[in-house]
Nanobody
Framework: VQLVESGGGWVQVGGSLRLSCTAS????????IGWVRQAPGKEREGIAS????????YYAESVEARFTISSADGKHTVYLQMNNLKPEDTADYFC???????????????????????WGQGTQVTVSS
């Protein structure tokens, strides 16, 4: 399984960025693809997840209404559109993938990002004035 992120960088407060994650080596419909971030000195935070099987999306409260996770049909690519960025959004952002559970909601990956089985290399996002 390979997850390749792109799209990080520096942006001013209030600006926007779009991260991309291209997944290969897995059956896309059987996995939840998500974004996890880690700021310096802080724990990992699951911020968004997407499942192509049903199109379910989940968000952490810290990003809901500002970030949107989506996928381009047939391309095995998941995007994270980030709007109205704040300094506290500065972090390394990781794309991650984990199997869909029959017993639990896909939202489990938001509250427990360590459950993701596969991780990308990460991309840095810096938000400043």
């Amino acid at each position: 399984v390979q997850l390749v992120e792109s799209g990080g960088g520096w942006v001013q407060v209030g600006g926007s960025l779009r991260l991309s994650c291209t997944a290969s080596g897995l059956t896309f419909d059987d996995y939840v693809i998500g974004w996890v971030r880690q700021a310096p000195g802080k724990e990992r935070e699951g911020i968004a997840s997407y499942s192509s099987n049903g199109g379910n999306t989940y968000y952490a409260e810290s990003v809901e209404a500002r970030f949107t996770i989506s996928s381009a049909d047939g391309k095995h690519t998941v995007y994270l559109q980030m709007n109205n960025l704040k300094p506290e959004d500065t972090a390394d952002y990781f794309c991650a993938a984990g199997p869909r559970f029959t017993a639990f909601s896909d939202s489990v990956y938001i509250s427990n990002p360590g459950q993701f089985a596969y991780w990308g290399q990460g991309t840095q996002v810096t938000v400043s004035s």
